[in-house]
């Protein structure tokens, strides 16, 4: 029971106010509101949820301000946002899942001319870090990892199993790389000449800034000379592409399976939604927001959302999509006036109406 | 000629009936309809390739039950479902691919603390087992696959080159995983405080039940807490991404980069045809079926067939689509009902009539 | 300054014609026009960046025939393809990026059975090669690559870290796998059976023509017999799937995240940009172009530019969508009609006129 917390101990590391429960209640574990028994904390972090409150076992749950309904026997705890307090008590409940134990796994291959301290940094099996890699000190190295020559990485930062990046990339500080992730690969860069494509080298490189993470399997090209850029603070999921030469502003949020082609320019806080592509060479202002499934072919201004292919502002598709709904009415509409006309007038080819 | 086969051995392994041909007719090989020469079986499994049929220089030809036509000199077994029954054709003569011979290669990575019988595992070149994890008997690790500390491995498996699996999931009975499959990756959570998104530990795991395969990079995401869930025979394509939490039933078919979102629930016997997509926390019920390319955005009832932008069923979107191809000659008949009232009516701004 | 080239020395390099400077003039290094410093080389590759060539700090400028703009300090070579000319450049600053020291290192598992030179191939630390395998003279396996057994590989192939090819595929000369690239995965083949879906064995392999590139984390399936074909020249980008039994002809473009399943035929010269999906079974005509995100679903001919979802000939989808955005106007010109033809018509059920 050395995990138990009481709901005061939880109001107050979570910053939150109690609505409603015995200061002493003795919490054990944590679980979804539907999962929940009758020892859990639990959030309602989303109002689609609210009928999973209504009906949860859960000892206490975490709530917005201002929600005081549910079972009167369900303790509840009032923050600001709830999904961010229900955080600390997951780091809490959850069994350390990372036991940082430096050292170089005897499997591992370390470059004699790479630069670490082994008694700073983890390498873990299989991994290979090539000649003239430098790695800062609290990194962990996953399995079967590739850092290839001449690579920095920064400090405290977490590359997992099977990832690789190629030669001369930059990683800052607290980068984490989800496993599989490619960093570095060419980009797709060729000229027609003869009736073939010629390869275009691709010699510049990868830079990443400090608190990124990238998903598994994800892939970002190098520049073919220069950088492709990828702002501090962004996060972008698995699968995504990232063409060369992009540069992505700081803070960003790009979801899973989106394309980014070459040399496109995003600012920062932009948020891609699930599956979008983004054409080459265009701008994407500021805290624009990309809805799923968009295709952006031209550059568009920030602080606005966007949706369809081509991607428009929101209520532009929405107007447009509300109006494609309307076809079958409008149909019937043009008919009826074609009726009352007659028989001054009557299409002549129609076989729909 | 130990692989030869006759006509009628072939008739009664398929469970088959003769059409036309010798029952001692010696068959030594397998091919298409259109690469097949005089001693190949081969099989009409779409009619497509009826055309082929007619054509094929085959000695023997797998057919639906009624079918009789073909040339004279071909042979033909009618069975019920031919492309089922030339999988037996094709176990019979391609040469064994999987040799399974168990042991554990001298350059894999095997923790003290990992449990498995080396005498009935076979874990391959390169190869990590962390900590641990447990290796079910018959399973096969594949070259430099990256295991993680924990994980619990059933029977049978087939985990293939590069792969991965993090941190205590967990794999049913003949689960297998193509080569650089991520199993386990974080799932992208972050909660927006003072200006920067903050990562949400994601402690949860994946559980991926019996004889599910799970394609060629392909990406299931822990859950934040809980399990990220694939049922029981489920077959996942390849470069699907798989967000945390979601719950999906047995029997799915999930084809090629297809993405769906965190939290979403899938029934059984769904079918999501290649690059759809699905939003988060919706609920797809059994047995749809999502045709190629379309977004679901919002929770859809079992039984059905889906497509478009957003998700409707696919006789709505067939009728939008003919409203669509309808428009051109709308915009005409407008303007015949504009002339026809003419002087009384004119729109001022028309450029296009 | 061992690097450091004179004008004319360049214009000779990159057969181009001095339109402006002065022929001494000493050029050290490379940038793009808006990063470009007083003793850099750049070029106008692309009319889009016309403006940062009029600002250009660089010393020298490549541009195409018949440019004579920009500032008069500027020196300037003309050639027929500035891009082209410009990897020239690239070739010649770029620090050279792989140096080729044939051998095997020592962490690598190279089995007895493989064949190769090791005094003219390079197995870099990891790299797994197994029985049967034939790699070419001066080809490059890099760290943690999975070679399957029986795998054929030409000369002067470059196979990057953590990149996977299964049993019995065969490669051409000089072809490139990006990292994490997957050939050879099974084909996505089940039969619905007993309530369950059961496995086609896949018993095909993958064939790779000369001079093929393959893009990071791509996935090429396995045929179910016979074989996946990439005809030779053609470049795939990142994150592209291929299906089984696909036959792909020479000197195609596949560009980030296309899905193109089983079966389908591309003739050769074909273009098929970003997030495009082909269905299966279909055919593509030579020199076609589908642009990106286009859906396509049935067989296309050559020599024509197609969009939209589905496929269709680029100026069929063009006037669809200039259609569609004059849907508000048809509206209201409707709306006008019954407005000129009242009392002796009314839309009964309107709510939007």
Redesign the interface.
């Known amino acids: 029971m050395a995990f138990a917390l009481t709901l005061s101990e939880l109001a107050r590391w979570v910053d939150g106010d109690i609505v409603r429960g015995e200061f002493d209640l003795s919490l054990t574990g ?3 509101l539907d ?1 929940a028994g009758p020892h859990d904390v639990s959030f309602l972090g ?1 109002e ?1 949820y609210y009928g999973q409150f209504l009906q949860t076992a859960a000892a206490a749950v975490i709530v917005p301000r201002g929600m005081t309904s549910g079972s009167p026997t369900t303790a509840l705890i009032a923050v600001d ?1 709830p ?2 307090a229900f ?1 600390v008590v ?2 809490h409940f ?1 069994s350390a ?1 990372r036991q940082f134990t430096p050292g170089i ?1 005897p ?1 591992a ?1 370390v470059d004699p001319a790479a630069l670490l301290d082994p008694t700073k940094t983890r390498v ?3 991994a ?1 870090i ?1 000649a003239g890699a430098k790695i800062g000190d609290g990194s962990d190295i ?3 990892v ?1 850092i ?1 020559e001449d690579v920095t990485l920064g400090k405290d930062c977490q590359i ?5 990046i ?3 990339c930059v990683l800052g500080d607290r980068v ?1 790389l ?3 992730a ?1 960093i570095g ?2 980009g ?1 860069g ?2 027609f ?1 003869g ?7 691709q ?1 510049g490189i990868v830079e990443i800034g400090d ?1 990124v ?1 990238i ?3 994800t ?1 970002i ?1 190098r520049a ?3 950088k492709t850029l990828i702002g501090e ?1 962004t ?1 972008i ?3 995504v ?1 990232v ?1 060369h030469n992009v540069i992505m502003g700081k ?1 960003c ?1 790009i ?3 989106v ?1 980014i ?1 070459g040399s496109s320019h995003l600012g920062d806080y932009v948020t891609i939604a ?2 979008a ?1 983004v ?1 080459g ?1 265009v701008t994407i202002g500021s805290k624009a927001i990309i809805s ?2 968009t ?1 952006v ?1 031209s550059s568009l201004d920030g602080d606005q959302v966007y949706a369809g ?1 081509p991607a428009q502002p929101m209520r532009e598709e929405m ?2 999509q509300a ?9 019937a ?2 008919k ?3 009726e ?2 007659q028989p ?2 009557k ?1 002549p ?2 076989s ?1 109406s």
Request: charged share 25%.
């Open positions: 944590m679980a979804a999962a989303n689609k946002n999904s961010l955080a997951v780091r959850a899942t796994h499997s291959v873990q099996p299989g290979v090539m996953g399995p079967n590739v290839g997992m199993a099977n990832a690789s190629r030669e001369r984490i989800q496993p599989g490619v690969s060419d797709y060729y000229e000449s009736g073939r494509h010629v390869k275009i080298d010699v608190d993470e998903g598994a399997n892939t090209d073919r000379f220069g603070g996060k999921d698995n699968l592409q063409g803070h949020l979801v899973s399976q394309g082609s699930g599956q592509g054409a060479h799923g499934r295709g072919t292919k107007k447009q109006h494609l709904r309307r076809l079958p009415r409008l149909l509409r043009v009826a006036l074609e009352a006309l001054s007038l299409d080819n129609s729909d």
